[in-house]
Nanobody
Framework: QVQLIESGGGTVQPGDSLRLSCVPS????????VGWFRQVPGKEREFVAT????????HYADSVKGRFTISRDNARNTMYLQMANLQPEDTAVYYC???????????????????WGQGTQVTVSA
């Protein structure tokens, strides 16, 4: 069983940057596709970014493209989400996720991921 532990959330002002980290326990993530999702109360969990393990390709939601960067450090067994130019609409609980066997058409689908973190709150407010 893999447990993912996120950290790095907090409250920032519009235009600020923040980096989220996700560390798995119980398994290395080197052969897993990793992703980030976010959720606000009353809405479905929303895809943010993903990075495949086999070709290192990355995919982003249009709303974060050019501002967020997903990365992974296999040596540290850690994945990151670097967020720049944060805006109030980025406020949400952010979840890291990991999975195996994902095909391209399922990369943006939350249900396709096998493992999830507990979430970390990101609040962007003036």
């Amino acid at each position: 069983q893999v447990q993912l532990i996120e950290s790095g959330g907090g409250t920032v002002q519009p235009g600020d940057s923040l980096r989220l980290s996700c560390v798995p326990s119980g398994r290395t993530i080197s052969r897993l596709t990793v992703g980030w999702f976010r959720q606000v109360p009353g809405k479905e969990r929303e895809f943010v970014a993903t990075r495949k393990w086999n070709d290192a390709s990355t995919h982003y939601a249009d709303s974060v493209k050019g501002r967020f960067t997903i990365s992974r450090d296999n040596a540290r067994n850690t994945m990151y989400l670097q967020m720049a130019n944060l805006q109030p609409e980025d406020t949400a609980v952010y979840y890291c996720a990991a999975g195996s066997g994902l095909i391209t058409s399922s990369l943006r689908v939350a249900a396709a991921y096998n493992y999830w973190g507990q979430g970390t709150q990101v609040t962007v407010s003036a």
